[in-house]
T-cell receptor
Framework: GEDVEQSLFLSVREGDSSVINCTYT??????LYWYKQEPGAGLQLLTY?????DMKQDQRLTVLLNKKDKHLSLRIADTQTGDSAIYFC??????????FGAGTTVTVRA | DTAVSQTPKYLVTQMGNDKSIKCEQN?????MYWYKQDSKKFLKIMFS???????INETVPNRFSPKSPDKAHLNLHINSLELGDSAVYFC??????????FGDGTRLSIL
């Protein structure tokens, strides 16, 4: 999406940490989301963070939000082959419209 | 016990035909959406209904007509299909402004 930007590709070794970055332009964003899309499948909601939070951790996933820089990241600890997918960052500014980034394709190599 | 289910999963048809995609959610949500994902994986919202009322109608050709018979269903009818309509169409639902949950998508191919 034009308002949300992500790098397109990330290659990571199995067992290492992955960090996927996202920047957005809407300063009134209220919720920011990470979705995962495996090949041929739908979008799976991974996690989300409210704009008044800096960090959220959920098992292997850590979301960091720098609201001043409008920067969001998703860290996946101990990356596994099953983590190979496209990861989408998305934001909403308290309306019903989700704006998505173009997606980051994560490839996990042995 | 699928939360958001779409049918069909695959749809292959000729240019000029009319087709429908159906979506049902059993999450008890009050808001449903249609998104289009193009060949570059870019996702863009098309429509949204809240309690059967249209609340989002993006710049979409009027060949596309959504219909929401009740809160749990949102169907998408497409008239006079064109080559550029080939894409994956995703249905989603949310409770008001909460997180959106997506279906598995309908892969539409126009011959």
């Amino acid at each position: 999406g034009e308002d949300v930007e992500q790098s397109l590709f990330l290659s990571v070794r199995e067992g290492d940490s992955s960090v996927i970055n996202c920047t957005y332009t809407d300063s009134s964003s209220t919720y920011l989301y990470w979705y995962k899309q495996e090949p041929g499948a739908g979008l799976q909601l991974l996690t989300y963070i409210f704009s008044n939070m800096d960090m959220k951790q959920d098992q292997r996933l850590t979301v960091l939000l720098n609201k001043k820089d409008k920067h969001l990241s998703l860290r996946i600890a101990d990356t596994q082959t099953g983590d190979s997918a496209i990861y989408f960052c998305a934001e909403t500014d308290n309306d019903y419209k989700l704006s998505f980034g173009a997606g980051t394709t994560v490839t996990v190599r042995a | 016990d699928t939360a958001v289910s779409q049918t069909p999963k695959y749809l292959v048809t000729q240019m000029g035909n009319d087709k429908s995609i159906k979506c049902e959610q059993n999450l008890g949500h009050d808001t449903m959406y249609w998104y289009k994902q193009d060949s570059k994986k870019f996702l863009k919202i098309m429509f949204s209904y809240n309690n059967k009322e249209l609340i989002i109608n993006e710049t979409v050709p009027n060949r596309f007509s959504p219909k929401s018979p009740d809160k749990a269903h949102l169907n998408l009818h497409i008239n006079s299909l064109e080559l550029g309509d080939s894409a994956v169409y995703f249905c989603a639902s949310s409770q008001d402004l909460g997180a959106q949950h997506f279906g598995d998508g309908t892969r539409l191919s126009i011959l």
